[in-house]
């Protein structure tokens, strides 16, 4: 019978999901509950999750995670957001920077402004009012300044590092405090079977080794196989491939042949994309494909056609397919990682899902017995925020204009979610972005994509009409200077990380 209050925690699967959950709940609730996770060896992880958005520093200073030490141990780098290429048709690229643009002028976001100005065939587009996006193609970085009237002063970024070498910063954190570690794989699941409110809930766990580990909330970081979740309590699957039809990648690391960049590259190819992601040690490349029109083979010669550098190891292989479990949490078992769903790496949502399913699960942790009021909330919480971020990947998807393959010809007519057309029409209608609570994209973000690839707004906000178009395009002159200056100031991204964490591995 398992305990009324839950007190003891076990985590299936390590890598980055295991070790941040493991580390997370051992520093939010301390000697009120104990930590195991279970782990191989032999089991490898995927290893993709090496680009990030900025919510992972808040996780990191949650934990109280030295910066530095975290960088110099991940051999990280900063990074501002992504460079798209190829996305909306041939020849096309635009950046997705994580900072705001310019500043704000009245009660009005200061996108509304430009918009006029773009309207009235302005010459300004709105990446040259975004810091981060002239720093990334400057080379630049910095911390934010106290000066809280410079644009230096509110600096957006995450970083690019080693998955692997995050989740073994993680492990020796999580162990520190009190998480243990067994070694070892899973030979089987015991549930409770005596017909009780708890029927179903899973007791135990056995190894191959014959260790019985008994728990009262079981986590599974299991990653694809999803152990728990799927091969014990058969939740189910939505599959979203129909509206992102990639299923494969085939990844690889190259030596540095340059000075690192501070922001990742995603260059789109016939039937998919390249990512390119900067490390101090290597580089991190991959190619994400559809399988129904191109083959592993085409799929690796593409990518090794398009890198540089000398190649470590051998092309690795991924299938995958992208949706959510109907159920991140049933009965006393939580999903998070891949085991919960997988989202394609385009915008770097992988690790902030472990991120978010974390930090709810720590905000619905049960008082005393596990109750369905904080599952239910939990999953619609979780199911939310997965589906924001599919309309923001199929957002990529759908506003391409090419036609040079069956797979592009494919994105460009496919059916998109009601939701994500709501949001398209009212753009187009009047330039406005309307975030919801669950978007973790913000504003700045999806006018970044609806704008790069060529979404045109017919009219701005009547709130922008205050100022005549001459007064707003001379405001506009002397912000875009202040933001020329003040990145023309900084340091180069590779002299500041050789500084503040330069790597000694």
């Not at 290893?47 to 958005?53: D, F, L, N, P, S």
């Not at 309590?233 to 129909?242: E, M």
């Not at 990844?251 to 042949?257: F, G, Q, R, V, Y």
Request: proline share 3%; hydrophobic share 35%.
């Amino acid at each position: 019978m398992l305990n009324s209050t839950v007190k003891d925690v076990v985590i299936v699967g390590g890598g980055s999901a295991g070790w941040m959950t493991a580390a997370a709940l051992a520093n939010a609730l301390g000697k009120q509950i104990s930590v195991r996770l279970i782990e191989s060896e032999q089991i490898g992880t995927v290893g993709v999750g090496e680009a990030t958005i900025p919510e992972i520093g808040q996780f990191n200073r949650a934990l109280g995670i030295n910066e530095s030490e975290f960088l110099a141990a991940s051999h990280g780098t900063f990074k501002y957001g992504i460079e798209f290429s190829h996305w909306g048709k041939l020849g096309d690229s635009y950046f997705h920077s994580f900072g705001t643009y310019g500043f704000k002028l009245d009660s009005l976001q200061f996108y509304h402004h430009w918009q006029k100005h773009f309207l009235a065939g302005g010459q300004f587009d709105i990446s040259d009012f975004s810091l981060e996006t002239q720093a990334a193609k400057s080379g630049k970085f910095m911390h934010s300044n106290n000066n809280k009237n410079s644009p230096l002063s509110k600096i957006a970024y995450g970083y690019h590092f080693d998955a692997t070498q995050y989740a073994l910063f993680l492990r020796h954190y999580a162990e520190q405090r009190g998480v243990i570690r067994h070694e070892g794989l899973v030979e089987s699941v015991q549930q409770c079977q005596d017909g009780s409110a708890q029927n179903g809930f899973i007791e135990s766990i056995t190894l191959q080794d014959g260790k019985v580990i008994r728990g009262d909330l079981f986590i599974d970081c299991s990653g694809f196989k999803a152990l728990l979740i799927e091969g014990t309590l058969k939740t189910g699957y939505q599959d979203w491939s129909h509206l992102l039809p990639c299923d494969s990648a085939v990844t690889i690391a190259t030596e540095n042949i340059e000075q690192p960049i501070p922001y990742t590259k995603s260059t789109a190819h016939s039937a998919g994309w390249q990512w390119r992601i900067p490390l101090q040690h290597r580089v991190g490349n991959g190619h994400v494909y559809c399988s129904k029109y191109m083959s592993s083979a085409q799929a690796t010669a593409i990518l090794l056609d398009n890198i540089e550098g000398k190649l470590i190891g051998e092309p690795k292989h991924i299938k995958f397919v992208t949706g959510m479990r109907n159920k991140f949490w049933h009965k006393n078992c939580v999903a998070i990682g891949l085991s919960s769903g997988f989202m394609e790496p385009l915008e770097s949502t992988s690790l902030h899902l472990i991120q978010s399913g974390i930090s709810k699960l720590i905000g619905l942790f049960p008082v005393a017995a596990i109750e369905q009021v904080e599952v239910d909330q939990y999953n619609k919480m979780l199911t939310d925020e997965f589906l924001s971020i599919r309309d923001f990947l199929v957002l990529h998807y759908s506003l391409t204009t090419r036609n040079d393959s069956e797979f592009w010809r494919y994105c460009n007519a496919m059916e998109i979610p009601e939701t994500l057309k709501s949001k398209l029409a009212l753009y187009q209608s009047c330039g406005r972005i309307l975030p919801k609570d669950e978007d973790i994209f913000a504003e700045e973000s999806w006018l970044a994509v609806m704008h790069g690839q060529g979404l045109r707004a017919d009219n701005n906000h009547p709130a922008a009409d205050v100022r005549p178009v001459e007064v707003i395009t001379k405001q506009l002159e002397k912000i875009k200077d202040v933001i020329d200056r003040s990145v023309q100031s900084m340091p180069k991204h590779n002299e500041y990380i050789q500084n503040y964490c330069r790597s000694t591995k």
